[in-house]
């Protein structure tokens, strides 16, 4: 009588063995599907002001864009975070098309930043003795979940408002068919994944530089 009650325990076991990896998979390929989604999100209330904008640097045209949203008006002040220590607000000026003066009293450069949990402390220092209540944030699609996760984290206080970038090499029509953008976005999934779940603090670990 024993020996018939073991075997469909077993059985019921091998099932769950044989299921749990494909519920696993299934459950991340959804989460890939989200994930997708919201990287195609375009900016959040694109003409609304904001007290501050921050810029996390690591990809092309975000400096750009904060950059030309300071001078629309949708905010007085603009931390560049991550920056090299050998910018100054000059370069900075120049890609603006503006006079460093112009933008002295306005325009913070963080360059202690190397990843993007750094960019995160970065931006709350700044932020919070600016005494800022909303932050405008421009980074790249595929990298603003991970962004926006690391700065509610350090900044649950503030009003998060994203505004995401889209690379040129993203924008062009024949990007979804090429392997290094799927390379790409899966990377930084499991990029979001981790950091959501903690692995790079547990494991003592340092993140990965933001793209």
Do not use: C
């Not at 009650?5 to 299934?26: D, I, K, Q």
């Not at 989604?37 to 904008?53: C, F, H, K, S, Y």
């Not at 970065?122 to 421009?138: D, G, K, M, T, Y």
């Amino acid at each position: 009588m024993s020996e018939a009650l073991r075997r469909p325990r077993w059985r019921r076991r091998r099932r769950l063995l044989v299921l749990a990896p494909v519920l696993s998979f299934a459950l991340l390929l959804l989460g890939f599907g989200w994930f997708l989604l919201v990287v195609a999100r375009g900016p959040a209330e694109p003409g609304r002001q904001t007290d501050g904008i921050a810029v996390l640097t690591g990809g092309a045209e975000r400096v750009e864009t904060g950059l030309r949203l300071l001078r629309e008006g949708r905010a007085e002040h603009l931390l560049v975070s991550g920056v090299h220590p050998q910018v100054t607000l000059a370069d900075v000026a120049r890609l603006a098309a503006m006079e460093p003066e112009a933008l002295a009293d306005r325009v913070a450069l963080g360059p202690r930043a190397t990843t993007t949990r750094g960019n995160a402390r970065e931006i709350a220092e700044w932020a919070r003795a600016a005494q800022l209540r909303s932050l405008r944030v421009v980074t790249a699609g595929y990298h603003m979940p991970r962004a926006l996760l690391e700065l509610r984290r350090s900044l649950p206080e503030i009003e998060l408002v994203a505004h995401p970038v889209v690379p040129a090499r993203l924008r062009d029509p024949a990007a979804g068919g090429r392997a290094r953008t799927w390379s790409l976005l899966a990377g930084e999934y499991l990029k979001f994944l981790a950091a959501w779940a903690g692995l790079p603090y547990l494991l003592g670990l340092p993140l990965d530089p933001p793209r």
